[in-house]
Each structure stands twice: as C-alpha cells, then as structure tokens.
C-alpha cells in the first residue's frame, strides 16, 4: 500500500486483496508463498465445483475433475503435513497433524487432514478477499466514510465489522437443513 502514489490508479485486487490475505493465511496454514498461484487456482476452482454442486446434479466429469484436483491439492500439502509430524512448527497443519495423532488416523484419516487446510484456504483467499474489495467499493463510494476512518483508526475493526454484518463476502453460499428444524414458529423442513 505503501508503495502507491497517492494520484496512481491500482487494481486493489490485484495489489492487495488478494496478496495481502493469502500471504497471511498460508503463514498461518504453514504453508509457502511461492506456491500461492497454484493453490490459488486448485481453491477457485473447489469451490467453483462445490457451487455448482449446490445448484445442480454434478457431471461425472467435474466429480473427476475434483478428484484429480484433490489428489493434486494433496500432492503440494502432503509434504508439509509430513514435515509438521516430524518437526511442528506454530502453525494450523502442526496442530491437526497433532491432533490426528492423538486420536489416530481412523479418527482423523488424511482425507479431513486435506480439507480442513483446503477449508483454511480457501476461508482465508476468497472470503478476506471479497471483504476487502467490498469494503474498498464501499468506501470509494461513501468519501466522508474513508476521511473519518482516516482520522481515527479506532473506528477501523468496528467498520470492518459492520461491513462483515452488512455485505457478507458469503452471501451466495446455499444452506440446507439436514434435519426439519423449527425457528420461531416456522418449520424449516429438511433439504
């Protein structure tokens, strides 16, 4: 940001919103920065496949393409998860490694090892992300919003947490009820 001149025109995504949480959230995963474009294109297109998924009967095609695009989401974790069991590290793949061996791998096979880091992943790219560039269009379109925070920094993690409640980056995600489910009144039959 700092490296912006005040009268540039940046491409926000491109210069921050996605770099910015990436980098964080492969730092907490434990996971590198280099291999961020990949792991970047193999989460977009879960969960292109997961939406798709949601609003219609997937292909065999694109249930193989998932597959393959585990294996190979596999193919880059799989050593680090390694590495974590024989040296851990701060980080979320040495705690569910720990975890895995504390309650055996019946319990906690490699297969939940991969989503729960693809969950990670994909929590810290697209969401972060979008709340940025939500967040960003907002207050380009609200100038008197960008000056007040500008001039108290205070006010930063409630806007942020506003924005959160107002403009949720997950609005498009389709729920189902697992089970019929009552909420003040209205029964929510299972789907």
Known sequence: ??????????????????????TVA???????????????????????????????VPSPASEARYEEMRDELWDIVRPHVEARRREPQHDAITRV??????????????????NIVLELMTGGFE????LIELFLSHLADEPELWARLRADRELVGPAIEEMLRW???????????AE???????????H
Not at 1 to 22: H, L, N
Not at 33 to 49: M, S
Not at 167 to 175: E, G, K, T, V, Y
């Open 1 to 22: 940001v700092d490296a912006v001149a005040d009268d540039e025109v940046v491409d926000a995504t491109m210069a921050f919103a996605i770099p910015m949480p990436s």
């Open 26 to 56: 492969l730092h907490l995963i434990g996971l590198p920065r280099e291999d961020h474009p990949r792991f970047k294109q193999l989460t977009d297109e879960r969960l292109r496949i997961i939406m798709n998924r949601s609003q219609a």
């Open 97 to 114: 490694v720990q975890a895995q061996a504390e309650h055996g791998r019946e319990e906690i096979p490699d297969s939940l090892v991969l």
């Open 127 to 130: 969401t972060t992300q979008h």
């Open 167 to 177: 403009w949720s980056p997950m609005q498009a995600l389709h729920r189902r009820a």
């Open 180 to 190: 019929d489910v009552e909420l003040h009144g209205v029964v929510i039959p299972q």
